[in-house]
């Protein structure tokens, strides 16, 4: 059975940094697209980032380009969302998901992605 598991969040002053880490149980990651997500209070998920499969192709939304970085490690199955320079507005609920069809390019679209995980909490505050 397909299981996704988020960690790494926390509370971290503004400039500081986190890395997330989702693992995956019961399918392979690196043969699916993986997205990160995030939802804040009082608003609508969000895409923050994705990596493919097939070409590597990596997306982020403008918000957190040049600040995250979303990576892969196939040994340890995980993809990761390393956040730099964190601002009080990236302050979310984090869920990774995965698309359920092999090779799949990477989108930002919540709707496309078929497995998520429990998310995991992320505050950015002085």
């Known amino acids: 059975q397909a299981h996704l598991v988020e960690f790494g969040g926390g509370l971290v002053q503004p400039g500081g940094s986190l890395r997330l880490s989702c693992a995956a149980s019961g399918f392979t990651l690196k043969y699916y697209a993986v997205g990160w997500f995030r939802q804040a209070p009082g608003k609508e998920r969000e895409g923050v980032s994705c990596i493919s499969s097939s070409d590597g192709t990596i997306e982020y939304i403008d918000s957190v380009k040049g600040r995250f970085t979303i990576s892969r490690d196939n040994a340890k199955n995980t993809v990761y969302l390393q956040m730099n320079d964190l601002k009080p507005e990236d302050t979310a609920v984090y869920y990774c998901?995965?698309?359920?069809?092999?090779?799949?390019?990477?989108?930002?679209?919540?709707?496309?992605?078929?497995?998520w995980g429990q998310g995991t909490q992320v505050t950015v505050s002085s």
């Open positions: 998901a995965v698309r359920n069809v092999p090779q799949a390019v990477c989108v930002l679209q919540g709707a496309e992605y078929d497995y």
